[in-house]
């Protein structure tokens, strides 16, 4: 196990802590919230998934035993983070005039295509909301008696019956009641649904009978009932992005007290329980075009990036430039000064593999200030510079460098070990040529300019710009050519 002491920010108490798994015999144990899956998962939903895998890579890395559980979400979660409305995935399919669970079907396997195009590691289970139901149910029936009442519309959480409601939030007032429309016969207008009953004369896709009434459950059921079934309460980490901190974890929490004290007999709480030991978020990707945003009706999703010519390990190095804590904004300059650090670093690793001679040795002082960079709150800006210092340090020989990458690719995600210059060369979707045909064009391009024919160099130039291909001239990696970025 890698030595430097292990520091996250938990966002329950504001400070960096120590971390030690709360049972060294499980092992460390981790939850994060998954995607709603009534449509494609858009740039910023996905960084949350680049932190988590950031990570689970560094506890593995670090020598702990992982169970990592990331939900995914089919059933329940509304379309904003009011009681009343539509459900996210009803809504979907009725648009789309298809059935909810071919609904579902579709966009959990879209964004799993965009885990493994992100190069993020596979949790140890995936867990789906509906396959848990009467697990929720169970779970809402051992917490009802003193923790909800019931009104035509559903069931409801009493948020004053548990310690501390919005701690995480930093506020128990009005602040994240704004976001919460009201219903008739709330007691507090922060107390949520537990379960939904279906409208008279409704006719949901998902429902299912219960005590309270044929519907469906809340949308914060959920990560409650299947946290704690596999990995036990309380558990290590919980990790989201920073829109659920004000009303998701919250409610998450509340439930999770309410369920110990009727599991235990407590009265009391233990001081500080929540469920889980850290709770971890990531910041927001800004993009200032407002593309990204789902409610506007246009987001930019990995795909489109992948079809307009752009590898997406170069979005996963944009999301490891910055602290997982910070804002990042995104923009087409941004990501292709990082499709741009991709390349050089493709184009130096292939040189070190053309010169290495046999196995190498890793170089330990640079594992140590990986391990230092890390290790205090995923500083992954941090650890990129010393990447960057390591494979240019001529006293290792080509093999020691190659050898202290496998360090940096195991922790990064970047597989710059594997990766080669080919690799990057993504065709658009919407490409004219192929990139056999570039590079015979490039090639009597360069004829061409050698027989100082520059009216024919232009016309070629023309030509491929024309075709979305911009030719690099003078350009210091010797790309020759990339994709044209609007």
Not at 228 to 256: C, M, S, V, W
Not at 297 to 322: E, N, W
Request: aromatic letters at 8%; charged letters at 25%.
């Amino acid at each position: 196990m890698h030595g430097a002491p292990l520091t996250f920010y938990n966002s329950l108490t504001r400070s960096l802590e120590r971390f030690e798994p709360l049972d060294a015999q499980k092992g460390v144990r981790v939850y994060s919230c998954g995607p709603t899956v009534y449509n494609y998962a858009h740039l910023g939903n996905l960084r949350a998934y680049v932190f988590t895998d950031t990570l689970s890579r560094v506890l593995s890395w670090k020598g702990y035993a992982l169970t990592h559980v990331i939900n995914i979400t089919d059933v329940g979660h509304l379309t904003s983070d009011a009681d009343a409305g539509d459900d996210k995935m009803e809504a979907a399919a009725r648009a789309k005039q298809q059935s909810i669970w071919d609904i579902a079907a579709h966009y959990t396997a879209a964004f799993k295509q965009n885990i493994r195009d992100l190069n993020i590691r596979e949790p140890s289970r995936w867990s789906v909301a509906t396959d848990h139901i009467a697990e929720m149910i169970d779970f809402a029936k051992q917490i009802a008696p003193e923790h909800c009442y019931e009104l035509d519309s559903g069931l409801y959480f009493d948020s004053t019956t548990v310690p501390d409601y919005g701690r995480l939030a930093g506020t128990a007032d009005d602040a994240a009641e704004g976001r919460i429309d009201p219903v008739a016969g709330k007691r507090h207008p922060q107390d949520f649904a537990i379960w939904r009953k279906s409208s008279p004369g409704e006719q949901r896709q998902m429902e299912w009978d219960s005590p309270w009434g044929k519907g469906a459950p809340g949308w914060h059921l959920e990560c409650s009932v299947m946290s704690a079934k596999y990995l036990g309460l309380p558990f290590d980490i919980h990790t989201g992005g920073i829109d659920h901190r004000e009303i998701h974890h919250p409610n998450e929490i509340a439930q999770n007290q309410a369920y110990e004290e009727s599991v235990c007999g407590c009265a009391n709480m233990p001081k500080g329980f929540t469920g889980a030991h850290f709770w971890m978020h990531n910041n927001f990707l800004v993009d200032r075009s407002g593309k990204m945003s789902k409610s506007k009706g246009g987001f930019t999703t990995l795909q489109s990036l992948i079809d307009a010519g752009v590898h997406p390990l170069a979005y996963r190095l944009m999301c490891l430039s910055a602290q997982y804590r910070s804002e990042l904004e995104f923009s087409t300059d941004n990501l292709a000064a990082a499709l741009t650090r991709l390349k050089r670093l493709v184009m130096t690793v292939s040189q070190l593999k053309a010169r290495a001679d046999g196995e190498g040795q890793v170089a330990e002082h640079y594992r140590d200030q990986l391990d230092e960079a890390v290790s205090d709150d995923l500083n992954t800006p941090r650890a990129l510079p010393v990447l960057d210092t390591m494979l240019a340090d001529k006293k290792l020989s080509p093999a020691d460098r190659l050898a202290t990458l496998g360090e940096f690719d195991a922790v990064l995600g970047l597989n710059l070990g594997t990766l080669d210059r080919s690799d990057l060369r993504v065709r658009p979707v919407d490409a004219v040529l192929t990139a056999e045909q570039i590079e015979t064009r490039l090639t009597e391009r360069k004829e061409a300019r050698a027989a100082k024919d520059f009216a024919r160099s232009d016309a070629i130039r023309d030509e491929l710009s024309a075709s979305g291909v911009e030719v690099m001239d003078g350009d210091s990696l010797g790309w020759d050519w990339k994709p044209a970025l609007s």
